[in-house]
């Protein structure tokens, strides 16, 4: 039976701090939409992040951040443009492809690349700050639509996954937008939570 549990509560944190350390794969808010997540180095867990959402494992898993610093365990090298994106758009809705740590599991993406984004939702980066990063894509079985509210999620993913975090409806309610930053050219993978026109003032005042 999956537990919901407000993210009001005094322990919210340490359960969802011990949950993710016995390797389980936890419900969280985010700024955009619910997400599913787990420790970053949890093989175990990851796999059952794409066996809960039917993800095909092509698809690399992005990773969430508390702070600039957990960057160092999950790139290999942040280019200039990349450290411009983070610097203005963290916490945000901006995910960032980067080059990856080879240290890295490979099923979190089969690539040499990852993305990452650092939420502007408070709560869940005090949790992210004690656990370290987290392997974290939306809270929905793959080609539906993405959840708001705890409510959702549990429609989609109860007795998928044993806690869903409740805090409340998602700000935004779409997914980040991705920036690719690996190669020549900066490329925008997806628009969403952040405008294309901010980006390309960001990069144009770096140039």
Same mark, same amino acid.
């Given at each position: 039976?999956?537990?919901? =549990?407000?993210?009001?509560?005094?322990? $919210?944190? +340490? &359960? $969802?701090? #011990?949950?993710?350390?016995?390797?389980?794969?936890?419900?969280?808010?985010? +700024?955009?939409? *619910? !997400?599913?997540?787990? @420790?970053?180095? #949890?093989?175990?867990?990851?796999?059952? %992040? *794409?066996?809960?959402?039917?993800?095909?494992?092509?698809?690399?898993?992005?990773?969430?951040?508390?702070? *600039? +610093?957990? &960057?160092?365990?999950?790139?290999?090298?942040?280019?200039?443009? $990349?450290?411009? &994106?983070?610097?203005?758009?963290?916490?945000?809705?901006?995910?960032?492809?980067?080059?990856?740590?080879?240290? @890295?599991?490979?099923?979190?993406?089969?690539? $040499?690349?990852?993305? =990452?984004?650092?939420?502007?939702? +408070?709560?869940?980066?005090?949790?992210?700050?004690?656990?370290?990063?987290?392997?974290?894509?939306?809270?929905? @079985?793959? !080609?539906?639509? #993405?959840?708001?509210?705890?409510?959702?999620?549990?429609?989609?993913?109860?007795?998928? %996954?044993?806690?869903?975090?409740?805090? !409340?409806?998602?700000?935004? !309610?779409?997914?980040?937008?991705? =920036?690719?930053?690996?190669?020549?050219? =900066?490329?925008? @993978?997806?628009?969403?939570?952040?405008?294309?026109?901010?980006?390309?003032?960001?990069?144009? #005042?770096?140039?």
């Amino acid at each position: 039976m999956t537990q919901v =549990v407000s993210t009001k509560q005094a322990h $919210a944190i +340490d &359960l $969802a701090l #011990n949950a993710l350390q016995e390797g389980k794969v936890i419900a969280i808010p985010t +700024d955009t939409v *619910y !997400g599913i997540a787990c @420790l970053v180095d #949890n093989t175990e867990a990851i796999k059952r %992040i *794409y066996e809960i959402k039917g993800r095909e494992k092509t698809k690399a898993l992005p990773v969430l951040i508390g702070e *600039y +610093d957990q &960057l160092l365990c999950i790139a290999e090298e942040l280019n200039t443009c $990349a450290q411009k &994106l983070a610097k203005k758009f963290w916490p945000g809705a901006l995910t960032l492809i980067i080059s990856r740590n080879p240290k @890295l599991p490979n099923i979190l993406s089969p690539y $040499a690349t990852i993305g =990452v984004r650092m939420p502007e939702h +408070d709560w869940l980066r005090k949790l992210i700050n004690q656990s370290g990063p987290l392997a974290a894509t939306s809270a929905n @079985l793959s !080609g539906t639509s #993405n959840p708001r509210k705890a409510s959702e999620v549990l429609d989609q993913l109860e007795a998928k %996954i044993e806690i869903i975090m409740d805090g !409340g409806t998602c700000r935004k !309610g779409i997914p980040s937008t991705i =920036v690719d930053c690996t190669g020549e050219k =900066v490329k925008i @993978l997806r628009q969403g939570g952040l405008l294309e026109d901010a980006i390309l003032s960001c990069l144009h #005042n770096l140039s």
